[in-house]
Nanobody, 119 residues
Framework: QVQLVESGGGLVQPGGSLRLSCAAS????????MNWYRQAPGKERAVVAG???????NYANSVKGRFTISRDNSKNAVYLQMNSLKLEDTAVYYC?????????????WGQGTQVTVSS
């Protein structure tokens, strides 16, 4: 089992910045990849950014150049630095851990943190 706890959401004006944090605990040694997803009202949950254990990152086109995902293995934490925020970035942001144990794949989710971009 893996437990994930997000923090750092809030209200910010367009053009502002926020930093989300995700603290992982439990069977973290088998986590292959950490991701940030978001879900806006009336829309499906979609991946925003991901990072592998080796540090390879990828981003949704809508956030490239504005968001940065990073990890601190010593703290078992993943971060999402969000700059130049837009109204359309408003959503609940979820931390996700993809675990690979042998042939078994598991996905774990945090409780979500609200990000609201509004003037």
């Amino acid at each position: 089992q893996v437990q994930l706890v997000e923090s750092g959401g809030g209200l910010v004006q367009p053009g502002g910045s926020l930093r989300l944090s995700c603290a992982a605990s439990g069977s973290i040694s088998s986590i292959a990849r950490m991701n940030w997803y978001r879900q806006a009202p009336g829309k499906e949950r979609a991946v925003v950014a991901g990072i592998t254990t080796g540090g390879t990152t990828n981003y949704a086109n809508s956030v490239k150049g504005r968001f940065t995902i990073s990890r601190d293995n010593s703290k078992n934490a993943v971060y999402l630095q969000m700059n130049s925020l837009k109204l359309e970035d408003t959503a609940v942001y979820y931390c996700n851990a993809f675990q690979l144990v042998g042939m078994t794949r598991n996905n774990y989710w945090g409780q979500g943190t609200q990000v609201t971009v509004s003037s």
